[in-house]
């Protein structure tokens, strides 16, 4: 009989997250025969069944899921290990899988990429845009190294690096530049785009609207602050939007942008990653490095 291989254990994991033999074969980059292969494989070693095979998707047994708990934390360990002996190296090498919630990810990332592969030629970044809880989750769980977020993320296991403050920005109509800016009050009765539900950036702007759980009937929601200004460009109501994407964001569309009275509203954008990572002065150094990108971009 065949031994337990990290191989299998790989290729559970991959199976466990995305609860489907094509899609997990295509992360691991061989055939769905080979992964079901590898799967029975795995079940005769152990002797029991992990996986309960539908027609579209699996579901994992009692022992499959607690067995992909253990796995999960075997394969952090492991991939401990390899960054363990990167950070003796000196300057950070190899793959380091960053995430980026979409409200920083079009305005930052590009530059962060940039100076990044400038100041660490030997670094293979993969970026991964997602909300913010989906980022978290693939950081404990070991699928990404460090993650730019606003914060605080307030997760215990998890190192939070602040990196610098933005304003959010009223957007309006062009025909609405010369008005009053409106106070919160006044806001909370115009027609207000929010992002839809999952997004950080949509319970902050809520929060300075005070808005509370009792959402405005005509509420209006866009998948992207790209969908919310070209709305708003359309006459259809105002926004917010974080201030680095003012730039980008507002030279296509018929708007205006002002900024609001104060105490204005602000997030504070940093860097995250697991208090166990070893490259975790090297994290630093990275966070240092986007945080000049950051204000940068805000500057501009």
Known sequence: MKALSMKHLRYFEALSQHGHFGRAAEACAISQPALSIQMKELEDILGAPLIERGARQISLTPLGAEFALRVRAILQAVEELGD???ASFGPLTGRLRIGVIPTVAP????????????????????PREAITQRLVEDLTEGRLDAALVALPVSEPGLTEYPLFEE????????????????NPETLREMRLLLLEEGHCFREQAISFCKLGSALPRDLMEGSSLTTLVQMVGAGIGVTLIPQMAVGIETRSAAVSVARLPAPRPSRMIGLVWRKTNPLGSQLAQIAELIRTSGT???AE
Not at 167 to 182: G, Y
């Open 167 to 182: 304003e959010f920005i009223l957007v309006r109509p062009r025909s609405d530049a010369d008005k009053p800016v409106p």
């Open 84 to 86: 363990l002996a990167r």
């Open 107 to 126: 305005y930052l990332l590009p530059r962060i990429m940039k100076d990044l592969t400038a100041r660490y030629p030997q670094l293979d970044l993969r």
């Open 296 to 298: 940068t971009v805000g």
